[in-house]
T-cell receptor, first 113, second 115 residues
Framework: SQQGEEDPQALSIQEGENATMNCSYKTSINNLQWYRQNSGRGLVHLIL?????REKHSGRLRVTLDTSKKSSSLLITASRAADTASYFC?????????????FGEGTQLTVNP | DVKVTQSSRYLVKRTGEKVFLECVQDMDHENMFWYRQDPGLGLRLIYFSYDVKMKEKGDIPEGYSVSREKKERFSLILESASTNQTSMYLCASSLGWLAGTYEQYFGPGTRLTVT
């Protein structure tokens, strides 16, 4: 079953605006990761946040994690047309082994120039 | 940089054929994974492997098998392809949990069509 659920399913914004995507999950986790997928390609890892962290930054990316609400958000600031892609959250659940991840269904982000 | 390669970008097979999808990684990763990706369903784990000759079922193993004879290579086998196995197949690899890093590195994907 899919643990991560992204919200919204699709987001369309103008270049320069900020984009926020949310992810909810169901079980206790070791860490939560965000990935990006350009159309028809493989996924690329963006950022990882551990269960004992609340916020993490990487360039124009900001990720927050609220383990009490079992939710995370990914903020992309000053978006560019090149940020157009699908974004997935993935959870490394405590109950599973071997570094397997459970992916959500993704948010399709379109940044209009 | 880690490189994960998949044998084909596009593949068309007929119903009932045996299909092999190959994945190779060049960074000595312990873990390897096979996913399928379908619209509205995200990525679903088919099988994964912790080590050579080791395999574990994921969430949707039915109709698939895997082989890992060498550390760098992980094969997905469709014993008798069916139209409902038309999908994008993604391979990924990662270091083992002892390394303390957990991100997965993905190949470019194989778009399989079964007619």
């Amino acid at each position: 079953s899919q643990q991560g659920e992204e919200d919204p399913q699709a987001l369309s914004i103008q270049e320069g605006e900020n984009a926020t995507m949310n992810c909810s999950y169901k079980t206790s986790i070791n860490n939560l990761q965000w990935y990006r997928q350009n159309s028809g390609r493989g996924l690329v890892h963006l950022i990882l946040i551990r269960s004992n962290e609340r916020e993490k930054h990487s360039g124009r990316l900001r990720v927050t994690l609220d383990t009490s609400k079992k939710s995370s958000s990914l903020l992309i600031t000053a978006s560019r047309a090149a940020d157009t892609a699908s974004y997935f959250c993935a959870t490394d659940a405590k109950e599973t082994s071997g570094s397997r991840l459970t992916f959500g269904e993704g948010t399709q982000l379109t940044v209009n120039p | 940089d880690v490189k994960v390669t998949q044998s084909s970008r596009y593949l068309v097979k007929r119903t009932g054929e045996k299909v092999f999808l190959e994945c190779v990684q060049d960074m000595d990763h312990e873990n390897m994974f096979w996913y399928r990706q379908d619209p509205g369903l995200g990525l679903r784990l088919i099988y994964f492997s912790y080590d050579v000759k080791m395999k574990e079922k994921g969430d949707i193993p039915e109709g698939y098998s895997v082989s890992r004879e060498k550390k760098e290579r992980f094969s997905l086998i469709l014993e008798s392809a069916s139209t409902n196995q038309t999908s994008m197949y993604l391979c990924a690899s990662s270091l083992g949990w002892l390394a303390g890093t957990y991100e997965q590195y993905f190949g470019p994907g194989t778009r399989l069509t079964v007619t």
